[in-house]
């Protein structure tokens, strides 16, 4: 579970303990993956502060208004006190020289070996195995939970959305024995892991329809499901791992990508942020609206209201 200091801002303060904690796993795994896309930039970044820090130093030391080093040719604090209010003050400006600081250098590395290239390239793919992982897993899991914790209230809309395609014999009213006994005749508490066999939750379609059958979607989740963003997030973790992340003519012909077939598919950082974006965006829209079919904000609040048969204070 992600820690308590590191929980990202955006984990909202869901009404369900269970679904609290699938919320921080999903919060930890988009770290994780947003840790992967930006670790080539975090190695390079100490060495190039370092130089702006140099550069503000040697400004400080021109003005000539602020002691620079004390009788054992330290410096004293008054001189590194005025150094870090600088930076702080220059602030804009240190992001700037940072982000085309690491640009420069990581191309310059890039050049020079080869190899270093491949490696941060392994980096950008393996940050969109992540991204997508998180939002694969986080959908089916949350699905599941809701599904298992009120299936009378679940489980046969979504019998009737995929019917079509359910285990053999199985329908809303009945389900085959031989699943039965695989869940030792106590299906209580499994439906969701029953029914979910027929949902592919590798699909956002298939994610979408299984969402509006149980729990009904909001316009704004339903469009982020159906978003370019996601569909290119999709075809490029796909293309990472069944074919290496070598491009193919499937992948130019669906994403509309200008590289050309045979090399290694190159992730943006923007294309990266992207991707994660999305997929935050998608799992807090998921959560809200199970958490409001589990727990309904109506409800919750006549919960909340003093009974009547109470004597007034």
């Not at 040697?58 to 004293?76: C, P, R, S």
């Not at 029953?194 to 939750?201: G, L, S």
């Not at 963003?229 to 193919?248: E, M, V």
Request: aromatic share 8%; charged share 25%.
């Amino acid at each position: 579970m992600a820690d308590k200091e590191t929980t990202p801002e955006w984990v909202s303060k869901l009404r369900t303990p269970e679904l609290r904690a699938f919320e921080e796993f999903f919060a930890s795994n988009l770290t994780r993956a947003r840790n992967l896309s930006g670790m080539h930039f975090e190695l390079v970044f100490p060495s190039i502060m370092e130089n702006w820090r140099l550069k503000i130093m040697t400004q400080v030391i021109k003005d000539g208004v602020i002691k620079k080093v004390m009788g054992n040719e330290t410096f004293t604090p008054e001189f590194l006190a005025e150094v870090d209010k600088r930076m702080q003050d220059q602030e804009e400006e240190v992001v700037n020289f940072l982000s085309e600081g690491a640009r420069r250098t990581l191309d310059r590395l890039s050049k020079q070996k080869p190899k270093f290239a491949e490696w941060l390239r392994a980096l950008d793919q393996a940050s969109v195995m992540a991204t997508w992982s998180a939002f694969e897993t986080l959908s089916a899991d949350v699905w599941t939970f809701a599904v298992n914790s009120q299936p009378e209230l679940f489980a046969t809309k979504v019998l009737k959305a995929f019917n079509e395609g359910a285990p053999e014999g199985m329908s809303g009213r009945s389900i085959p024995i031989g699943i039965a006994a695989k869940y030792k005749f106590d299906l209580r508490n499994c439906i969701g892991d029953i029914v979910a066999q027929r949902i592919d939750f590798t699909l956002p379609s298939e994610i979408r329809k299984a969402y509006a059958a149980a729990f009904g979607l909001t316009a704004a989740v339903e469009d982020m499901l159906r978003s370019t963003d996601l569909k290119q997030l999709l075809l490029a973790r796909n293309l990472i791992a069944h074919r290496s992340g070598i491009i193919d003519s499937h992948y130019v012909e669906r994403s509309g990508s200008t590289q050309t077939i045979g090399e290694e598919l190159v992730v943006s950082t923007e294309d990266s942020a992207r991707f994660i974006e999305i997929v935050q965006k998608i799992g807090t829209g998921l959560l809200a609206i199970v958490d409001d079919a589990i727990n309904p904000p109506a409800v919750q609040q006549a919960l909340m209201l003093p009974s009547s048969s109470q004597e007034p204070d």
